[in-house]
């Protein structure tokens, strides 16, 4: 009879645990972590980081490195920095999106370094107030006729978007269209 209550016993308590384990893992499912877009440094407000379509959320486990593995802080980002960005979780569906920001490598190779320049230019450029916010889509660099062109977009007007061209070596806005 006491090896019957002994071994009953026994099964009761792997029961409990076992099945305070499934709970536990049900409440708090695992973390998906998911690669953004490649892109520039436009806004940095709040512990948070606009690069493209998407405001990142700095958070204290959030790892920022060079892309050597050098850890940085939040205090090493700028406006205009080239970024590869991962998020943890999903991302939510707004304009522009957020997400919970894993891992923010700073690109620091000497073409990321040249189309800082040439952003960094063409934000200052059309930025006329403080709260305006802007949006880098896309960069394309002509070599031969020496000039960058900025696709941007202004978060508060998001029906069209426009260039900026740069010229590569003086960083003077030659056209903004």
């Given at each position: 009879?006491?090896?019957?209550?002994?071994?009953?016993?026994?099964?009761?308590?792997?029961?409990?645990?076992?099945?305070?384990?499934?709970?536990?893992?049900?409440?708090?499912?695992?973390?998906?972590?998911?690669k953004?877009?490649?892109?520039?440094?436009?806004?940095?407000?709040?512990?948070?980081?606009?690069?493209?379509?998407?405001?990142?959320?700095?958070?204290?486990?959030?790892?920022?490195?060079?892309?050597?593995?050098?850890?940085?802080?939040?205090?090493?980002?700028?406006?205009?920095?080239?970024?590869?960005?991962?998020?943890?979780?999903?991302?939510?569906?707004?304009?522009?999106?957020?997400?919970?920001?894993?891992?923010?490598?700073?690109?620091?190779?000497e073409?990321?370094?040249?189309?800082?320049?040439a952003?960094?230019?063409?934000?200052?450029?059309?930025?006329?107030?403080?709260?305006?916010?802007?949006?880098?889509?896309?960069?394309?660099?002509?070599?031969?006729?020496?000039?960058?062109?900025?696709?941007?977009?202004?978060?508060?007007?998001?029906?069209?978007?426009?260039?900026?061209?740069?010229?590569?070596?003086?960083?003077?806005?030659l056209?903004?269209?």
């Amino acid at each position: 009879m006491k090896l019957v209550m002994g071994k009953s016993f026994i099964f009761l308590f792997l029961f409990f645990i076992l099945g305070s384990c499934q709970s536990f893992s049900e409440e708090q499912p695992h973390k998906s972590i998911g690669k953004g877009e490649e892109g520039f440094i436009t806004d940095l407000d709040d512990k948070r980081i606009l690069i493209k379509r998407t405001y990142y959320k700095v958070k204290n486990h959030t790892y920022i490195q060079d892309e050597h593995g050098a850890k940085l802080s939040y205090s090493d980002l700028a406006i205009g920095m080239k970024v590869k960005p991962w998020y943890g979780g999903e991302v939510e569906e707004s304009f522009p999106s957020k997400a919970d920001a894993e891992l923010i490598r700073i690109l620091k190779d000497e073409e990321s370094l040249e189309e800082q320049k040439a952003v960094t230019a063409a934000l200052e450029h059309v930025t006329k107030a403080p709260s305006q916010r802007f949006m880098v889509l896309e960069i394309i660099h002509f070599p031969s006729e020496h000039v960058y062109n900025i696709e941007m977009m202004n978060r508060s007007n998001l029906d069209a978007s426009f260039t900026v061209t740069v010229d590569d070596s003086t960083e003077e806005i030659l056209y903004l269209k």
